[in-house]
T-cell receptor, first 110, second 110 residues
Framework: NAGVTQTPKFRILKIGQSMTLQCTQD?????MYWYRQDPGMGLKLIYY???????DKGEVPNGYNVSRSTTEDFPLRLELAAPSQTSVYFC?????????FGPGTRLLVL | KNEVEQSPQNLTAQEGEFITINCSYS?????LHWLQQHPGGGIVSLFM???GKKKHGRLIATINIQEKHSSLHITASHPRDSAVYIC????????????FGKGTHLIIQP
């Protein structure tokens, strides 16, 4: 199993540009999450999903959108990138309670 | 909303020392998570515990539900234990994600 995979690993965006961060898991987990990690801060939940077709907001959802059309994929969309979205983004999945994390996407908005 | 506090924020120790990292949370929970973030950025789950103590190799995690407090211990520390250790608690009930502490940056010097 590859576990949780994320693409891209690193991206530089200009202010106002859009992009989609991809996340795929091959463990058939129902629950998937997007977190962001800023320097000196704990990870914060952006959005989560408890199954295909069901998504909900976390602590810091503004400026992001998600969809969950399949069990495997949970893409995160940034519509109008802002410098405040410079961060490292982690996708995670779980079936019961243990969460499995992807390797992260480092995003720089200039 | 659960608040998670960790201490210390930074810890430097000599190889072989016994290490303790503390975590406290504000709201009663079903299980507490300890995670490790490697210098390269990857995050792995170490423990999930709801009562008592769990041991994995040189790592021991304990939890006191009444006091809302958990500790992570490392015995016979080694430079390869150098990492950020993160405590996390469920945001609420169900599968709606985790609230994280800011992490403890541990450096073990040879």
């Amino acid at each position: 199993n590859a576990g949780v995979t994320q693409t891209p690993k690193f991206r530089i965006l200009k202010i106002g540009q859009s992009m989609t961060l991809q996340c795929t898991q091959d463990m058939n987990h129902n629950y998937m999450y997007w977190y962001r990690q800023d320097p000196g801060m704990g990870l914060k939940l952006i959005y989560y999903s408890v199954g295909a077709g069901i998504t909900d907001k976390g602590e810091v959802p503004n400026g992001y959108n998600v969809s969950r059309s399949t069990t495997e994929d949970f893409p995160l969309r940034l519509e109008l990138a802002a410098p405040s979205q410079t961060s490292v983004y982690f996708c995670a999945s779980s079936q019961v309670e243990t969460q499995y994390f992807g390797p992260g996407t480092r995003l720089l908005v200039l | 909303k659960n608040e998670v506090e960790q201490s210390p924020q930074n810890l430097t120790a000599q190889e072989g020392e016994f290490i303790t990292i503390n975590c406290s949370y504000s709201v009663g929970i079903s299980a507490l998570h300890w995670l490790q973030q490697h210098p390269g950025g990857g995050i792995v789950s170490l423990f999930m515990l709801s009562s008592g103590k769990k041991k994995h190799g040189r790592l021991i995690a304990t939890i006191n539900i009444q006091e809302k407090h958990s500790s992570l211990h490392i015995t016979a520390s080694h430079p390869r234990d150098s990492a950020v250790y993160i405590c996390a608690a469920p945001r609420g009930g169900g599968a709606d994600g985790l609230t994280f502490g800011k992490g403890t940056h541990l450096i073990i010097q040879p």
